[in-house]
């Protein structure tokens, strides 16, 4: 038997420790043994049950999807894995049968499943995994940067969604990826990387990561902020570039109005169904608006592996704040949920 974290029943408000019988790979699978997995925003949905979760997640699942272990058996169809490699994985599966896939797209898959959303996840001791899915880690690499690829994967899709080198970068919502997305731009060329949130903890790291500004929305106005600032960042007719981190559809309309002519957004954020958008805005201002979601199967992991080996593990590091055993989870959702910590990863070794 193994130690799984489980959203166990609907209308349940947290998770529980359940034991459950140890897995077995099946053919084109491989079986994994946990060390680490970090807390992701989903799974704090899941944790308070919010209606996004109560709509999408069916009881009872093993939830999670970041994850680093090492490879323990193969089943009998796989060839390119072995036992004792160090891997993480994609945790968005695709049929391999539509359009999207048979014509290297497989991001845009419609069939695709969410694994720790619409299936069993990864916060367990033993997983077995889509042998497809596995990517083998550079053992170089620390393994609390490893553990976090998925969502650093979104920060590379989506900083470099656009042209950015030389460009004037707006970052709205300063959550995890929003931060990872700060070196990123960086190494990419920005000339300006503004930042902008509600929280003074996350604000502060991105600072410490290289943003040349920061505006807390809740003191004062994005549109102020430039009123004072723009001349002293060189910014003449608004940002080239925005990243759509938050979610916030106040985050989305100060973006939409301080984007230059011809700027480009690249949305991350998932906004509320009532969200509004000032439509003329982005036709006479002639803005692109560009929908993020996940990966781009592997395009985006072999551009995430070579900024990491070439220093970018060591520049997202402070972002991982802080670590708890598997036991101790209970805990480490409180400490997420209180949006004082950036990632925060579960030891399962």
């Known amino acids: 038997m193994i130690k799984t974290i489980v959203k166990s029943s609907a209308g349940f408000n947290g998770l529980e420790l359940q034991e459950r019988p140890m897995p077995s790979p099946a053919g084109h699978e491989v079986l994994i043994r946990v060390k680490k997995t970090a807390i992701c925003g989903t799974d704090v949905h899941i944790y308070a049950w919010d209606d996004w979760a109560q709509r999408t997640i069916k009881t009872p699942q093993v939830i999670g999807h970041e994850f680093v272990g090492e490879v323990v058996a193969v089943g009998e169809h796989v060839s390119?894995?072995?036992?004792?490699?160090?891997?993480?994985?994609?945790?968005?599966?695709?049929?391999?049968?539509?359009?999207?896939?048979?014509?290297?797209?497989?991001?845009?898959?419609?069939?695709?499943?969410?694994?720790?959303?619409?299936?069993?996840?990864?916060?367990?001791?033993?997983?077995?995994?889509?042998?497809?899915?596995?990517?083998?880690?550079?053992?170089?690499?620390?393994?609390?940067?490893?553990s976090v690829l998925d969502p650093l994967g979104n920060a590379v899709h989506t900083a470099l969604a656009f042209q950015v080198l030389g460009e004037d970068v707006l970052v709205t919502g300063a959550g995890p990826i929003g931060l990872m997305s700060v070196p990123i731009l960086k190494r990419a060329g920005a000339r300006n990387i503004v930042v902008t949130d509600i929280n003074p903890t996350r604000l502060q790291m991105a600072a410490q990561l290289g943003a040349t500004a920061t505006v807390n929305v809740a003191e004062r106005t994005l549109e102020d902020f430039l009123a004072s600032n723009a001349p002293a960042l060189g910014l003449k007719e608004g940002f080239d570039i925005g990243l759509e981190m938050s979610g916030s559809t106040a985050a989305f309309s100060a973006m939409i109005n301080t984007m230059a002519n011809g700027g480009k957004i690249a949305l991350l954020g998932i906004m509320p169904a009532h969200a509004a958008v000032d439509w003329n805005k982005v036709v006479f201002n002639s803005l692109t608006i560009k929908g993020i979601y996940g990966r781009q199967m592997f395009d985006t992991w072999y551009r995430m592996a070579a900024l990491l080996q070439s220093g970018l593990a060591k520049e997202i590091a402070p972002i991982i704040t802080h670590h708890f055993p598997y036991t101790e989870y209970e805990e480490a959702f409180k400490t997420a949920y209180s949006g004082q910590a950036g990632k925060i990863i579960l030891t399962w070794d």
């Open 80 to 146: 390119h894995l072995r036992p004792g490699q160090l891997v993480s994985g994609e945790g968005h599966v695709v049929c391999d049968t539509c359009r999207h896939c048979i014509t290297g797209s497989p991001h845009l898959c419609r069939r695709t499943i969410g694994i720790g959303v619409n299936g069993d996840g990864v916060f367990a001791q033993y997983i077995t995994f889509p042998a497809g899915n596995v990517w083998i880690c550079d053992e170089q690499i620390p393994l609390d940067v490893l």
